[in-house]
T-cell receptor, first 115, second 111 residues
Framework: ETGVTQTPRHLVMGMTNKKSLKCEQH?????MYWYKQSAKKPLELMFV???????ENNSVPSRFSPECPNSSHLFLHLHTLQPEDSALYLCASSQVTLTSTDTQYFGPGTRLTVL | QKEVEQNSGPLSVPEGAIASLNCTYSDRGSQSFFWYRQYSGKSPELIMSIYSNGDKEDGRFTAQLNKASQYVSLLIRDSQPSDSATYLC???????????FGTGTRLQVFP
């Protein structure tokens, strides 16, 4: 496996379900990100993890719960979602120094549909 | 004022023409600048990065950076229909661990 991988690629869930999205990066990076992209809308940054520590929570509802057990893996736990949460969820990783961050590389995304 | 601004388009150019995409940013401390291409329903992929003033060329793509005027542009020479996509400008400022993305410009190249 190379780059950034995400599973599942497609997910359909009901509003009462609990599911998790998984992201893995094989680039040796130290920072990982979750983005949401709704249809015809720009990227919305949700969470940032830097050296496994959460450094950004961009006012995301608590029904989205991130987990970063190590620098290579990132999860997004989902529960009691709403239909408006249907979107493409993108994971990215980058190499961060004390003063800047370099290129972010994106995974293929998980297309989520909430019924 | 948005931190990174792009014209949403669509920008329509004929095949073989030069497409010019522009981006302005508000933070003078910005250090790193990136152009991503995103096809509909797909994830963004990096096209170019640029860190210093001037031009940087890679094949049919040229990125131009002017820090004094706070803009970065992307030129696509000999545009092809396969270049039709949304182009995202992203900027990193000093001492942050995230990129600020613009809303993207949709490019349409017609035969």
């Amino acid at each position: 496996e190379t780059g950034v991988t995400q599973t599942p690629r497609h997910l359909v869930m009901g509003m009462t379900n609990k599911k998790s999205l998984k992201c893995e990066q094989h680039l040796g990076h130290n920072a990982m990100y979750w983005y949401k992209q709704s249809a015809k809308k720009p990227l919305e940054l949700m969470f940032v993890y830097n050296f496994k520590e959460q450094t950004e929570n961009n006012s995301v509802p608590s029904r989205f719960s991130p987990e970063c057990p190590n620098s290579s893996h990132l999860f997004l736990h989902l529960h009691t979602l709403q239909p408006e949460d249907s979107a493409l969820y993108l994971c990215a990783s980058s190499q961060v120094t004390l003063t800047s961050t370099d290129t972010q590389y994106f995974g293929p995304g998980t297309r989520l549909t909430v019924l | 004022q948005k931190e990174v601004e792009q014209n949403s388009g669509p920008l329509s150019v004929p095949e073989g023409a030069i497409a010019s995409l522009n981006c302005t940013y508000s933070d003078r401390g910005s250090q790193s600048f990136f152009w991503y291409r995103q096809y509909s329903g797909k994830s963004p992929e990096l096209i170019m990065s640029i860190y210093s003033n001037g031009d940087k060329e890679d094949g049919r793509f040229t990125a131009q950076l002017n820090k004094a005027s706070q803009y970065v542009s992307l030129l696509i020479r000999d545009s092809q229909p396969s270049d039709s996509a949304t182009y995202l400008c992203a900027v990193n400022t000093y001492n942050t661990d995230k990129l600020i993305f613009g809303t993207g410009t949709r490019l349409q190249v017609f035969p």
